[in-house]
């Protein structure tokens, strides 16, 4: 893949739009930044029951637009079947190696989709892999330096908060951009008005069962970064884990009072 970027940040999920509700904000962040970010997808989500291939190929463009991403690649993987195979680690082993990316975002290990959990197996042993020098893949061997695991609404082990408050509507667009899955009578704009009582009688009213069972993906969204955010004096915020420890250099500059 010549024409493929060197990135600095590549998140890998199962299906498309797995990306945009989860880590979406940090992605937009960066990007603004002037720092390229990718996505690679394990499928293509085919067995969504709503729209069809081509409706989901040219939302996920536009979803991808919206983030600003430098790289969108799927790998083809069958939806709802993604095994934890070394055939399958080695494919996103390749497209590491292809990018280069300084960090990787996985999905939490916690997880309610099976696919969802595989990507996080799959994506931190190819990170490893993608390091060997001598493992069956092309190009020069890299690993990138950190992993970051996006909270998919089921973790609380959270290891640092990151403030998406001016990225939320971006991501919010990002989100509305899969028509055909979150397609919702109402405007970011309604929705970044709605207090939560309204937005919850509409998410019964309009739910789904797609991504959560029960309420709709905005409700879901809003609810959650508004109540991160909460919790570290911001408007939203997305939730990520680190498995190692992390190191700071200036403890008494730390933001977020104590009491
Ligand atoms: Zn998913």
């Not at 590549?10 to 498309?16: F, K």
């Not at 991160?228 to 500059?253: C, F, N």
Request: charged share 25%; hydrophobic share 40%.
């Amino acid at each position: 893949m010549s024409d493929t970027p060197k990135l600095d940040i590549l998140a890998i999920a199962a299906h498309p739009d797995d990306i945009e509700i989860t880590c979406g904000g940090l992605l937009i962040k960066y990007a603004r930044l002037g720092k390229k970010t990718g996505a690679l997808d394990l499928t293509r989500g085919e067995m969504g029951t709503k729209g069809d291939e081509h409706d989901r190929q040219r939302e996920l463009a536009k979803a991808a637009e919206i983030m600003g991403l430098a790289y969108r690649h799927n790998l083809e993987m069958p939806d709802s079947a993604v095994e934890f195979t070394q055939e399958n680690k080695y494919l996103i082993a390749q497209a590491i190696r292809d990018t280069r990316p300084e960090l990787v975002i996985l999905p939490h290990w916690v997880q309610r989709h099976p696919d969802h959990l595989a990507c996080s197996r799959l994506g931190y042993d190819a990170c490893f892999l993608a390091g060997l020098k001598k493992a069956p893949l092309a190009g020069d061997p890299h690993r990138p330096k950190k992993i970051f695991y996006v909270s998919y609404f089921r973790n609380t082990d959270y290891s640092f908060l990151v403030d998406i408050s001016d990225e939320m509507r971006q991501k919010l667009e990002a989100v509305a951009a899969y028509t055909s899955q979150f397609g919702s009578t109402l405007s970011i704009d309604d929705l970044l008005k709605m207090g939560a009582d309204e937005l919850h009688a509409r998410s019964q009213r309009e739910r789904t069962d797609i991504f959560h069972p029960g309420v709709i993906i905005y409700d879901l969204m809003l609810t959650r970064s508004r109540a991160l955010g909460q919790m570290v004096g911001v408007r939203y915020a997305e939730a990520y884990t680190v498995k190692e420890q992390i190191l700071i250099d200036d403890p008494l500059s730390m933001p977020v009072k104590s009491i």
